[in-house]
């Protein structure tokens, strides 16, 4: 038996069940966890406009980030080719860029990688399962149409959202989280580039992740 098997055996015994899954969905928990899950009471939530496009596209660029609405799915390579060429980035070399296998259905150029951060490329590309109006933050789950490492090593992460996607504050993710068959091994919500000032009040750009955040925002 391995450590891991072990320790799943215990989870069981102690919920005196015959034996835990490695995956689990919201279908699994006690029914105690199920109703506390669905009956909490929602706390005072600020006030945020109506119209979430507007108001997220505001908060975005309060964080630092760009963000330009285009007309369909089809127009993100050419957006991101005209992004990259406006920043000075050349993403020429193999491997420069890479994308995220959920969006590699589009027509991307041939030297444009696809799957997991190698650790050296410029710029990656990513779909997100949310965007909060309330933060301007972007949400993102990890599987393997959409690595984690995308989110945190390139310097340049440009994130692809739909606009039915947005929800107005922070607390409306978790409703949709929970509809989702099976949880994600990992949820970020990222706020804008990653920014530091713990060394002498002073501002870095870039200290653990990416240094530019550039959104394409995507009609339903």
Not at 60 to 79: F, G, I, N, P
Not at 197 to 216: C, F, S
Request: charged share 20%; glycine share 4%; proline share 6%.
């Amino acid at each position: 038996m391995s450590a891991r098997d072990a320790i799943l055996g215990r989870i069981a015994r102690a919920l005196d069940r015959d034996e835990i899954s490695a995956t689990l969905t919201l279908a699994d928990q006690p029914d105690e966890v199920a109703k506390r899950l669905s009956a909490r009471r929602r706390s005072t939530l600020p006030r945020v406009s109506d119209n979430l496009i507007d108001a997220l596209t505001m908060s975005m660029e309060s964080v630092l980030m760009s963000v330009v609405r285009l007309q369909s799915m089809d127009d993100c390579v050419k957006a991101v080719d005209w992004y990259l060429e406006s920043e000075g980035i050349d993403a020429s070399a193999a491997g420069a860029v890479t994308v995220a296998p959920a969006l590699s259905d589009l027509h991307w150029p041939e030297h444009f990688s696809h799957g997991p951060s190698s650790g050296v490329e410029k710029v990656s590309v990513t779909p997100c399962i949310a965007a909060v109006a309330e933060t301007g933050s972007v949400v993102t789950s990890s599987s393997s149409q959409t690595p984690a490492t995308l989110n945190f090593l390139p310097e340049v992460h440009i994130i692809v959202v739909r606009e039915s996607h947005v929800v107005k504050h922070v607390d409306d993710v978790f409703p949709m989280l929970r509809e989702l068959q099976t949880l994600p091994r990992a949820v970020n919500f990222i706020t804008g580039p990653s920014r530091t000032a713990d060394i002498e009040q002073t501002l870095e750009i870039g200290a653990h992740g990416p240094r530019r955040m550039h959104v394409l925002l995507i009609p339903g």
